[in-house]
Nanobody, 127 residues
Framework: QVQLVESGGGLVQAGDSLTLSCAAS????????MAWFRQDPGKERDFVAA????????FYADSAQGRFTISRDTGKNMVYLRMTSLRPEDTAVYYC????????????????????WGQGTQVTVSS
């Protein structure tokens, strides 16, 4: 059973950059589509970015487009989210997710399309 562990969150100021990491263990995520979601307390989990198992295609929420970059290192079984020009509204718990469907051509943008989740890492952006 694949397990995902996020790291790299923290407290930063508006305009700063931060890179989140997602480490997979217990199996390979090389064939999974991977995504990052975020969630504020009391709110739904929102899509941030996704990357196809090939590593070639990436997808972003409008709020992340142009500021965030998702990437993966298949050899290290890792996924990353580079966040720049951070804003207070980016404050949330960020979750890494794998769809677990192996070489699925469609890349989902909804939390229900992802089967494996990490525990989340808190990102707080002060103004």
């Amino acid at each position: 059973q694949v397990q995902l562990v996020e790291s790299g969150g923290g407290l930063v100021q508006a305009g700063d950059s931060l890179t989140l990491s997602c480490a997979a263990s217990g199996g390979s995520i090389a064939s999974d589509n991977m995504a990052w979601f975020r969630q504020d307390p009391g709110k739904e989990r929102d899509f941030v970015a996704a990357i196809k198992y090939t590593g070639i295609s990436t997808f972003y929420a409008d709020s992340a487009q142009g500021r965030f970059t998702i990437s993966r290192d298949t050899g290290k079984n890792m996924v990353y989210l580079r966040m720049t020009s951070l804003r207070p509204e980016d404050t949330a718990v960020y979750y890494c997710a794998a769809d677990g469907l192996k070489r699925r051509e469609y890349v989902g943008r909804f939390s229900g399309e992802y089967a494996i989740w990490g525990q989340g890492t808190q990102v707080t952006v002060s103004s």
